[in-house]
């Protein structure tokens, strides 16, 4: 018996790179610090695709499962980064970029222009404020800033429905 609610309506699909329990204490710490309050839904991540088709659900799930059967990609926070009206830690890590590349060469013809464009890999702790806030807190970032070794965990699938992300299915790396 149905309960009267209609079914959901298919939403895109968000790609994200899952962090170590350290790293994501301390990048969602900075986050919540740093990122206006009213606009601050979600917790610190790596956005690998902003939009998917929920059509490739099914296949998407399929993939991320394989790319999870490896070992985590080595990966390390390597600089404070401009957003213009924000500020990340940039990521560099060429596994992750691997693994981008070859879901991105999968899914080439339903990509969006932003997903098709080039990526960097990255974790925004500051967005939608005054260039020259953001000026100063990325210059505040840089004095104390030491590169370091970053814990990529896993990989997530997230459906986006305007606010807050309803994660679809995650997956951990091997060791």
């Not at 962090?19 to 956005?47: I, M, W």
């Not at 059967?69 to 213009?84: E, F, I, Q, W």
């Not at 800033?145 to 305007?162: C, E, H, Q």
């Amino acid at each position: 018996m149905s309960d009267g609610a209609a079914p959901p309506i298919p939403a895109p699909i968000i790609v994200s790179a899952l962090f170590g329990d350290a790293d994501f204490a301390f990048l969602d710490a900075q986050r919540r610090a740093h990122f206006p309050p009213e606009r601050n839904v979600l917790s610190a991540h790596c956005t690998l695709f902003h939009h998917l088709p929920p059509s490739l659900g099914g296949e998407l799930h399929r993939r991320l499962a394989e790319e999870a059967r490896a070992p985590r990609p080595a990966a390390r926070l390597a600089g404070v980064m401009s957003l213009g009206r924000g500020v990340a830690y940039r990521i560099e890590s060429g596994e992750l970029a691997a693994i981008r590349a070859r879901l991105a060469e999968a899914f080439a013809g339903l990509l969006v222009p932003q997903d098709a464009a080039g990526w960097r890999a990255h974790v925004t702790i500051q967005n939608k404020v005054d260039p020259a806030e953001a000026r100063a807190l990325k210059a505040a970032l840089e004095r104390d800033f030491t590169p370091r070794p970053l814990v990529i965990a896993g990989l997530a699938a997230w459906d986006y429905r305007g606010g807050p992300w309803d994660l679809r299915v995650q997956f951990m790396f091997r060791g």
